[in-house]
């Protein structure tokens, strides 16, 4: 496979830190649904902040790999919102400017956790015919990057369908403790090795109907235990 050169390379790896100690911020200050109010501890990345910092992921990767022919890959079901802010972020840009180039959009599902807990195997459980990739520049989009033994698993398949180029766009990087050695490509910001929800996050499929990243609180934890 071909890696970006150099100069293509300087928009990929900074990342906005979220430090160990932040609190977020108190539900009171936003607005929410209020299914959920004693099911959260606090508002962790405000809505419009991660459109905002969507926005600049948007133009590094099409600074990056605008010139090219891309195939999407949406990692389903947690990817879809980032997914789609994203893309409508890189049509803006390919409307303005004169680097226009089509991009298509495909499906992977994939699902390793069960409560707040990563399952011991990952399970590609729906998409495509992967076959489509072959030779392509791949943009792989992701909600949330953990201890990244998912991402591997995800780019090996991928790769045997022989891509010209794969990339992994992801909104979320936890600190895991035990470091995990693998980091995407873009990535919007590094957090914390704690469970969040919102924004398509789900804790056993609740809180997908959440536009901001939230702090699932132990009595949401029990209350949609399975
Ligand atoms: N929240 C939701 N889904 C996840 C998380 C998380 O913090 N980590 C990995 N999958
Ligand atoms: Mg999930």
Request: hydrophobic share 35%.
């Amino acid at each position: 496979m071909e890696t970006c050169n150099k100069s293509e390379e300087k928009h990929e790896s900074a990342a906005i830190v979220i430090n160990d100690g932040w609190p977020g911020y108190s539900l009171d200050l936003f607005t929410y649904p209020q299914h959920y109010c004693d099911d959260l501890e606090c508002v962790y990345i405000p809505h419009g902040v991660i459109q905002d910092r969507t926005e600049r992921l948007a133009r590094n990767i099409m600074d990056d790999i605008g010139d090219h022919h891309i195939v999407v890959l949406c990692v389903l079901k947690g990817g879809y919102k980032f997914c789609a802010d994203l893309l409508d972020y890189i049509k803006v840009l390919s409307c303005t400017s004169n680097r226009s180039i089509p991009m298509r959009v495909d499906f992977i599902r994939l699902k390793s956790y069960r409560n707040d807990q990563s399952t011991e195997a990952m399970q590609i459980i729906g998409g495509e015919d992967l076959t489509i990739l072959t030779g392509k520049n791949v943009l792989i989009v992701e909600a949330i990057v953990n201890t990244g033994k998912t991402m591997k698993t995800l780019l090996n398949h991928v790769e045997q369908f022989k891509p010209k180029m794969v990339k992994v766009a992801s909104l979320l990087v936890k600190r895991a403790p035990s470091g995990g050695g693998y980091s995407p490509n873009y990535v919007g910001f590094e957090i914390p090795d704690c469970f969040v929800v919102g924004y398509a996050l789900d804790y056993n499929e609740y809180f997908r109907d959440l536009n901001h990243i939230c702090v699932i609180s132990e009595k949401g934890k029990l209350k949609y235990r399975i």
